[in-house]
């Protein structure tokens, strides 16, 4: 039961290679290794490694870059997994393709409540990242786990948790606030609770798309809030801005919502993953002390 790993160094990779190893052969490539976009070389390593599970966490995640650059961001993205997705049905390997909420609009239906999008709502990219990263889920073809995921924060560094503590100590004299985006929602997923989810998908080989998140919808700021009650600060320093405030538009149009709903994973039988706040504690636990 050989685990392939592509991205192998990237804040998800690292954590599956890290977890999985403990438990069956692993063979990690970070893109100095092996660049996806050489198909020859994706082919090679298939081939004399001759994996069970090939789980794919490599992307071009800088959405912003992807926007300036569409024809990477779907050589990347797209064009790539279809070559990884050739090289498995070829040497046998089951596809774990990674993917993301960046796939919805977040539109919904106008006047309605929002609700986390189902697995099966109709996909409406607002940027190239978006989109580049919805034809990697169809050239990752119907036999593969497509996972997709939201706002994911690292197992072994800051990631926004840390940046927003960092903001808080740093101030703590003058007392000042901390400005965090509060009109974008989705489900802050913290990588050392998706992994796991992500070892059993690839274990059981389940077919098509799995939102796998944290439970409960949350806006930076609200996340804010929650760090700087673990961790002992005023919340009432963190303030809410709209994206409209922070100056120039960013060259990437987001989704304002775009939690997830995980009603494959509930059908599947698989614990749902835990509410965020409690992953936030466990963050600042970590990192704060
Ligand atoms: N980050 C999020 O908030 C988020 C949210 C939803 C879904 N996702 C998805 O989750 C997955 C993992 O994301 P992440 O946050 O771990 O991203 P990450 O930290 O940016 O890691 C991506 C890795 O892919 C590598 N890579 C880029 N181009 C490559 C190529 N041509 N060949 C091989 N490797 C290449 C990068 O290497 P270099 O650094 O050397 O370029 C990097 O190590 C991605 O599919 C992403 O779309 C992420």
């Not at 794919?56 to 990477?72: H, I, P, Q, R, Y």
């Not at 303030?239 to 990437?252: C, I, K, N, Q, T």
């Not at 749902?272 to 466990?282: G, K």
């Amino acid at each position: 039961m050989t685990l392939l790993v592509t991205g192998a160094a990237g804040q998800l990779g690292r954590e599956v290679v890290r977890v999985a190893s403990a438990t069956r052969p692993v063979v990690a490539f970070e893109r100095r290794d092996l660049d996806l976009t050489d198909p020859k070389s994706v082919w090679a390593a298939l081939e004399a490694h001759r994996p069970t599970v090939v789980v794919n966490c490599a992307a071009w995640t800088d959405v912003d870059g992807c926007e300036l650059d569409s024809e990477k961001a779907y050589l990347i993205n797209a064009q790539a997994v279809a070559g990884l997705a050739e090289a498995c049905h070829e040497f046998g390997a089951h596809l774990v393709q990674v993917s993301t909420d960046f796939v919805f609009d977040g539109k919904q239906v106008p006047g309605a409540p929002l609700v986390p999008y189902r697995e099966d709502d109709p996909t409406s990219p607002l940027n190239v990242y978006g989109a580049s990263k919805l034809g990697g889920e169809v050239a990752a073809g119907d036999a593969a786990t497509v996972l997709r995921t939201t706002w994911l924060q690292p197992a072994d560094g800051p990631g926004m948790v840390g940046r927003i503590l960092a903001k808080l100590e740093s101030s703590r004299e003058a007392g000042a606030v901390v400005e965090l985006l509060g009109d974008r929602r989705a489900c802050p997923t913290f990588v050392v609770d998706l992994v796991p989810a992500l070892l059993h998908l690839a274990d059981e080989q389940v077919a098509g798309i799995v939102h796998v998140v944290n439970g409960g919808v949350a806006t930076w700021a609200d996340i804010g809030r929650l760090v700087a009650v673990e961790a002992g600060f005023d919340p009432e320093r963190i303030v809410s801005v709209d994206e409209a405030d922070l100056g120039a538009p960013r060259p990437a149009v987001r989704p304002k919502y775009s939690a997830l709903d995980g009603a494959v994973l509930r059908r599947l039988g698989y614990p749902l993953l835990r509410h965020h706040r409690d992953a936030v504690a466990a963050t600042v636990a970590r990192l704060h002390g």
